[in-house]
């Protein structure tokens, strides 16, 4: 029986974007389906504890700037730390991928495209050209979802998210949910790929 998980994100998570061709590589070779579900960080963190990047402690700052650098020269990434469109406006592109999986065309096509554009090539994905543009290098007719995601539907379906994140005990991105566990931050991946191989009943907190 297909397996299922829930990937809960969002475009501005420079996490989520280092994890992202790991995560569909595992999928793949475990015929996994996922179900994405981009959410609004801070609405998150502010449910959970979190804090935006801007307002925690400069010494967990620093810190993930070292984790960063780290991770970029073991999996052999070019990104920037900072790209010249980041912090943005992430909402329309997060509700632009829920169009996409609405719509069940390939979400993982537009991804492998939206993260790099970001980190990589520093692209504005605030900027509905560049979705366009995005979205017609992954063969999808942009100009159908751009409506879509600017709809009251998609901004129910990013509100849905949300309220799945938090019931989910998700509190971070990216945080990938298989059979209730979760699994946060891209660095847990291998523990992901470990319970699939294993076939393992969920873990569940012993509380």
Not at 13 to 20: C, E, F, L, T, V
Not at 70 to 81: K, P, Q, S, T
């Amino acid at each position: 029986m297909t397996q299922h998980l829930d990937y809960y994100f969002s475009l501005s998570s420079p996490w989520a974007y280092i994890g992202h061709a790991r995560l569909m590589e595992i999928a793949g070779r475990h015929g996994l389906a996922i179900s994405c579900k981009p959410v609004q960080l801070g609405e998150v963190f502010a449910e959970t504890g979190g804090l935006p990047l801007a307002r925690r402690h400069p010494v967990r700052q620093r810190y993930r700037s070292l984790e960063l650098q780290r991770w970029r020269a073991r999996l052999g990434l070019d990104f920037h730390l900072q790209p010249k469109y980041w912090p943005f406006d992430v909402a329309l592109a997060d509700r632009f991928v829920i169009a996409v999986e609405a719509g069940g065309a390939d979400t993982g096509a537009f991804l492998a495209r939206a993260f790099p554009a970001v980190w990589e090539q520093e692209r504005d994905l605030a900027d509905e050209a560049v979705l366009l543009e995005l979205a017609r290098e992954a063969g999808l007719d942009g100009e159908a979802l751009l409506p879509l995601a600017r709809s009251e539907a998609a901004a129910q379906a990013y509100e849905r998210n949300r309220a799945d994140a938090l019931s989910s005990d998700v509190f971070g991105s990216p945080s990938y949910v298989l059979g209730g566990e979760v699994f946060w931050g891209q660095d847990r991946l291998e523990l992901l790929d470990d319970a699939l191989c294993s076939g393992r009943a969920p873990y569940r907190p012993a509380v």
